[in-house]
């Protein structure tokens, strides 16, 4: 039997938290455990875990009060039709698309959220997940749990994360290697880096394709972090994700009409205002728009290293999207989903390509996001944790691109 949606309204979902749960649940017919789940509640290990919808969206349970109330209003402020907020707004390019709350006609107890799957549009996605803060563990934790997560990690509070799991494509035996928190716990600050470098490794190379891209994305939720002050996150994670493929990786889709129609007399593509191509040196020269602040999204980036900057990697990836160059220099917002269409291009073999009008392009290869919001709470001053954690992390990004 094909699985039905039932869109829950959000009182009755947390109604339906406090509801007595049966002792066994049962799995929602058509939905299945996410297959490429790297740490968090696993569906078959733990009571509260994550589905994958047949619609391919994932079905994030929600814990019981308050952690799943909590998740659920952030998901709904930030999403929220009549939001105004600059800073919320801002934070939906970081965080997966949120499709509101969900439960099935046979459990209607058992609520939801219903989230985007970030890696769906990866052929052989490399998934990780690192906790980031320099506590694990909120405010209002009692005694005995700041105590019990303190014992899991001791270097948290000097490190600032924590890595929760990873899967990494191996593309010499074509498989995946993966590692769980208790391989996270084993890191110490002396071998971070040799840690997270396995990540970027795919058993012939160091992707450090994907190691700028990631870091251009780090910073980018990093300045993010230093221009609000009304929440502070705690125990919360990025997904980092990256195509594994080399060959996939290397391949960017352009639109016909970016290429025949919209070529001007010296056969540059051009967008709104005239800025063509040729104004964008990515193609082996230093990027003419780093140096304006305003053009790159990217936090100080003409200070990241010069390989970020030079597209010199056997893999091929752009260190920037060049069409987000282009639309920020443009003035244009690049995270609207309206000027976006999906395009499910089979003969590619990409699939679905997100697709801008005006020039084309399959979106970068590499994506980094916010989730797990069970422990978010409103404050009037910067999250110094958090932030302390970002700049930690970017360090030993940078630490591994530059060997």
């Given amino acids: 039997m094909a699985t039905e949606d039932r869109v829950v309204d959000s009182s009755l979902a947390v109604d339906a938290l406090e509801a007595d749960r049966p002792a066994v ?100 996605p490399c998934i990780m997940d690192v906790k980031i803060g320099r506590k694990s563990y909120d405010p ?40 769980d928190q208790f391989y996270g716990r084993s890191l110490r600050k002396e071998t971070l880096k040799t840690g997270l470098a396995q990540f970027f490794h795919n058993g012939v190379e160091l992707r450090k394709d994907a190691v700028s891209l990631s870091i251009c994305k780090v910073r980018d939720i990093l300045r993010w972090f230093e221009g609000q002050k009304q929440l502070h996150f705690y125990a919360s994670s990025l997904l980092f994700v990256y195509e594994g493929s080399p060959h996939l990786a290397n391949r960017i889709k352009w639109r016909e009409d970016a290429q025949t129609g919209q070529e001007n007399k010296q056969g540059e593509p051009e967008c709104n205002n005239n800025i063509h191509l040729a104004n964008c040196k990515l193609w082996g020269h230093r990027c003419s728009l780093a140096s304006q ?69 399959k979106k970068e290869d590499v994506d980094v996001r916010m989730i797990d919001f069970a422990h978010v709470f409103p404050s009037d001053s910067p999250d110094e944790d958090y932030i302390y954690g970002l700049r930690n992390l970017l360090s030993v990004l940078e630490q591994i691109l530059k060997n």
Wanted: net charge neutral.
């Fill in 25 to 124: 649940e049962q799995r929602p017919s058509g939905c299945v455990p996410l297959p490429h789940q790297v740490a968090g509640h696993k569906y078959g290990i733990s009571k509260v875990g994550i589905l994958q919808h047949p619609d391919g969206t994932v079905l994030k349970q929600l814990q019981p009060p308050p952690r799943g109330p909590c998740e659920m209003h952030l998901y709904k402020q930030v999403y929220a039709q009549d939001c105004t907020d600059p800073q919320l707004l801002a934070l939906q390019q970081h965080l997966p698309r949120y499709y509101g709350t969900w439960a099935s006609s046979e459990s209607p107890n058992e609520v939801y959220l219903k989230l985007e799957d970030v890696t769906r549009r990866f052929t052989h």
């Fill in 293 to 361: 602040r305003s053009a790159c999204s990217w936090l100080n980036c003409s200070d990241l290293p010069q390989d970020i900057h030079h597209v010199r990697h056997k893999n091929g990836i752009w260190p920037h999207s060049l069409h987000y160059h282009l639309e920020q220099a443009n003035g244009n917002r690049v995270s609207s989903e309206e000027d976006m269409r999906v395009v499910d291009d089979k003969s590619t073999g990409f699939g679905k390509a997100r697709l801008r009008d005006g020039i084309g392009e």
């Fill in 140 to 179: 209002f934790a009692s005694r005995e749990k700041r105590e019990e997560q303190i014992r899991k990690y001791p270097p948290m509070e000097e490190v600032g994360f924590l890595l929760l799991g990873m899967r990494v494509f191996q593309v010499n035996s074509e498989s995946y290697i993966s590692r």
